[in-house]
């Protein structure tokens, strides 16, 4: 299928539509009146009739990426005539979306000297954003590559990058052209950020679960190297959002750029980040001091400013968190954990704290840790433990407070209860349904035992981190004593399964510890098998057992075979674990599991090596 030309005696070119002058010049025209405050610019009908048909032929294929790069090269010759317009048209911004990709040094040189005349009225358009993006993304590329027009293209995207620094405020105070400038911060910086900052405008047209951005690398690498001179220029634009904290560090659009311009600093130029970190703690430090306190617990607690100070104490050096927590923060961690919001900088401060300061932060926090749970502001407990568990210090300490604030530390008996408390999030008092302090002492193994119904993503966290701790047999122990119908319904919840994810890599957990958990699952094999998320564990336990235990597994899946082969998560098991050559061929079944497990010990030396 081919775009059919505006004149007929263009038809036998298939792939290069041919101009027409009038659309040019009228939209040339309409743009001089935008400019001017006037009509945005728009598409002659005919000219929007020729690229909705060019659309139409790129997403119907070519044969070979050639000819895709020539279709690009051409149908972007031809909208160097009407780029504003087109831009800013709907269909017109997918269709340059999709070409972008696709266009070569020459091309995209042409496309971007067309736009940066205009460039604050497309960058601030909802469809004009969309091409100056994947315009970036692509330059520094196409630069690192080399060729006759690299040159050319380093200059247009330095002359961009300049326009914007120039009018700053403008283009970062901006819905649109906001994203725009984070663009331009990654591609000087050649670093692709996974915040959500760095996150592009969702593409018009899409569901929101479609247009949602996946991991960085999903649209191409997430370093690469960049000339000097976007370097210098992105050191210029540290300097200019440092001078223009004081007027809008409060809007959430410029909010957003300075966190990407932090993180991309990060990992280009350090210094160049510390600098403005310095620069955003001493500007809010000093405004609106209070007795006692430090001002910047005001901005701790507001919406816009704390998502600044996350990224600030993310890209921190270890003595620049001390010196935040020594100078603003001490002696305030239990206000910080009760607030809606600050509770989410604390988090941020105790993932990034080195050794020694988060031994000061658990000093602060220990005391108050049913209290933070009581408030539901679960990530401050599952950050403290995850950093006990990074750092190996105040493991023991850390977990005895856990137990104690879910009232299981004491008497020792409850110890044997508390992973399903953990899991559920509940209080013994909750889970049992005691009401008197003292009939609970009374009740040291109450029966009958209630069913664990729920697990919370939290808790799952928290057992998670208890696993991996240096001594992980308080939690193993309860796992142990945990009914059977319980550990099928951890491993068959979304967020529970990964709890023996945990029990299955932990270097911690003693193997004959982790059979023991393992084979309480015996006599379920098949509920497992028909769970989406239990079916993954039941496929991890495999992986990771002996062929003994492999035989019982199989055995009890074989008895099933049929019900299993039409399960839409069994089946994977059947295949995986080759029950058909189980029943039928038993010795063939043996030798291939064995050569399995050869293959598997010999990555593993590979991968040591």
């Given at each position: ?15 290069r539509?041919?101009?027409e ?18 009509p ?8 929007a ?8 032929t790129l ?14 090269s ?10 504003v ?11 340059l ?32 954003a ?8 692509r ?13 050319t ?5 330095l ?16 819905a649109h ?48 190297d ?9 050191r ?18 410029f ?73 603003h ?8 954990a009760a607030?809606?919001v ?33 408030l539901?502001?679960?990530g401050?407990v ?14 023991q300490?850390?977990?005895?407070g ?16 508390c ?22 002492e009374?009740?040291?193994?109450p ?40 550990l099928v ?7 529970g ?17 982790r ?9 379920h094999?098949v509920?497992l ?13 495999w ?14 899946l074989?008895?099933?075979e ?27 079944w043996?030798r ?18």
């Amino acid at each position: 299928m081919g775009v059919p030309p505006r004149h007929e005696k263009g038809a036998g070119n298939r792939k290069r539509p041919r101009k027409e002058g009038s659309a040019a010049s009228t939209a040339q025209k309409e743009g001089s009146k935008a400019s001017q405050g006037g009509p945005l610019p728009r598409l002659e009908p005919a000219a929007a009739e020729y690229f909705r048909r060019a659309h139409e032929t790129l997403k119907s294929g070519f044969g070979s990426e050639e000819e895709k790069a020539l279709f690009a090269s051409n149908v972007l010759e031809e909208a160097e005539a009407v780029p504003v317009p087109l831009s800013l048209d709907p269909a017109g911004s997918l269709l340059l979306q999709a070409l972008v990709p696709s266009a070569s040094p020459a091309s995209l040189c042409r496309l971007l000297r067309a736009l940066i005349p205009s460039l604050r009225l497309v960058a601030r358009h909802a469809c004009g954003a969309h091409i100056l993006e994947a315009a970036l993304l692509r330059a520094p590329l196409l630069i690192q590559e080399g060729g006759e027009d690299s040159g050319t293209l380093e200059d247009l995207v330095l002359e961009l990058g300049r326009s914007i620094q120039g009018e700053l405020s403008a283009f970062a105070l901006d819905a649109h052209a906001s994203f725009v400038v984070r663009t331009l911060l990654q591609a000087l910086g050649g670093a692709r950020v996974g915040s959500d900052g760095g996150r592009g405008l969702q593409v018009l047209g899409t569901s929101h679960s479609r247009a949602k951005q996946a991991k960085p690398g999903s649209e191409g690498p997430t370093d690469f190297d960049v000339p000097n001179s976007f370097l210098s220029l992105l050191r210029g634009f540290s300097e200019s959002f440092g001078e223009l904290l004081s007027e809008f560090i409060a809007n959430k659009f410029f909010s957003l750029c300075l966190q990407v311009a932090l993180e991309v600093l990060h990992r280009k130029l350090p210094e160049a980040c510390s600098q403005l970190c310095c620069s955003v703690i001493g500007y809010l430090s000093s405004r609106n001091p209070a007795a006692g306190q430090s001002a910047l617990l005001v901005f701790l607690k507001d919406a816009t400013c704390s998502r600044v100070l996350d990224k600030v104490l993310e890209v921190s050096d270890p003595k620049a968190l001390r010196s935040f927590y020594k100078v603003h923060v001490r002696g305030q961690l239990q206000v910080l954990a009760a607030h809606p919001v600050a509770n989410f900088t604390l988090q941020r401060l105790i993932q990034a704290a080195p050794c020694k300061l988060l031994g000061k932060l658990f000093e602060e926090l220990s005391p108050g840790l049913e209290e933070i749970l009581a408030l539901e502001h679960l990530g401050v407990v599952t950050a403290l433990l995850g950093a006990c568990r990074k750092h190996g210090a105040h493991q023991q300490e850390a977990l005895q407070g856990l137990l104690e604030a879910f009232h299981c530390w004491e008497p020792p008996s409850r110890q044997l209860v508390c992973a399903p408390l953990i899991a559920s999030l509940l209080a013994y008092e909750v889970y049992y349904g005691e009401e008197e302090e003292e009939e609970e002492e009374e009740k040291a193994d109450p029966s009958p035992s209630p069913r664990l119904s729920s697990v919370s993503y939290h808790g799952s966290l928290m057992l998670q981190h208890c696993l991996h701790f240096a001594d992980p047999s308080v939690v193993l122990r309860s796992l142990a004593a945990t009914t059977p119908p319980d550990l099928v319904t951890l491993a068959c919840d979304p967020a529970g399964s990964h709890v023996f994810d945990a029990l299955l890599a932990s270097p911690s957990v003693p193997e004959k510890q982790r059979r023991k958990v393992l084979r309480l699952l015996k006599g379920h094999y098949v509920s497992l098998a028909c769970s989406k998320h239990g079916s993954r564990v039941l496929d991890a336990v495999w992986s990771r057992a002996t062929l003994p235990a492999k035989r019982e597994m199989a055995q009890e899946l074989a008895e099933h075979e049929q019900k299993l082969r039409h399960d839409p998560f069994g089946h994977h098991l059947v295949r995986n674990f080759a029950l058909t050559h189980f029943l039928k061929r038993r010795r063939d079944w043996e030798r291939l599991q064995e050569a399995g497990k050869k293959r598997r010990e010999l990555f593993a030396e590979i991968l040591e090596d």
